[in-house]
């Protein structure tokens, strides 16, 4: 059975971290974009921090493009980088809107310090009729440089024949 690796990235990093695993695990994939487009431009990052913020503090829910249909899978890697210590909003909307009861569900996160910043659990309390694993976070920066350090390591550690 095959797994599911479904991500978030506005820079690469994420993109990056979930192309691993799914060479790793023989994964589909699937990127989650919204409907209107992030300020991707490396020289409006501060534009995009504060509006990211705004979105967080005003509990704004971002419209999704186009959902990945999930039912045959059972296993969906959700992939995001850390902003404003949390995951962002679109990821939110992604879990308000598919259906995930049921299946076993693995974080991973890109950050540049605040590791998982408590989302592994906040994604176990949201998603109570799924079975969240441990999660793997990695610095963005570490994911650019090519250094994928313990991927391979984690996956194997998880109790899943991939
Ligand atoms: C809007 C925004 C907020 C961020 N907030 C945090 C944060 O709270 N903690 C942290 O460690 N990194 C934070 N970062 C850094 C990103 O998590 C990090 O650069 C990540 O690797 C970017 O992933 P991407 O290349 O897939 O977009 C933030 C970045 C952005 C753009």
């Known amino acids: 059975m ?6 978030f990235s506005c820079y690469g990093s994420t993109e990056e971290f ?10 589909d994939l699937f990127r989650i974009e919204p409907k209107i487009p992030y300020d991707d431009d490396t020289n409006h990052y501060e534009e995009l921090t504060e509006y990211a913020k705004k979105e967080r503090d005003r509990k704004i829910l971002p419209e999704i493009k186009e959902y990945p249909d999930v039912s045959s899978y059972d296993v969906i890697f959700i992939g995001y980088p850390m902003w404003w ?5 679109i990821i939110r909307t992604f879990i308000h809107n598919v259906d995930l009861k049921g299946k076993t569900i693995i974080p991973f996160n890109t950050h540049e310090g605040s590791g998982d910043g408590g989302t ?8 109570k009729d799924s079975k969240v694993l441990m999660g793997l976070p ?10 994928k ?9 998880l109790p899943i024949n991939f």
Not at 18 to 27: F, H, N
Not at 85 to 89: A, D, L, R
Not at 149 to 157: A, T
């Open 138 to 147: 990695i610095r963005g920066e570490n994911m650019k440089y090519n250094q």
């Open 85 to 89: 210590y949390t995951y962002p909003q």
């Open 149 to 157: 350090g313990n991927i391979k390591e984690w996956l194997d550690s």
């Open 18 to 27: 979930a192309k691993e695993i799914s060479e790793v695990v023989d994964g």
């Open 120 to 127: 592994y659990k906040e994604l176990q309390d949201e998603l």
């Open 2 to 7: 095959k797994s599911l690796v479904i991500y």
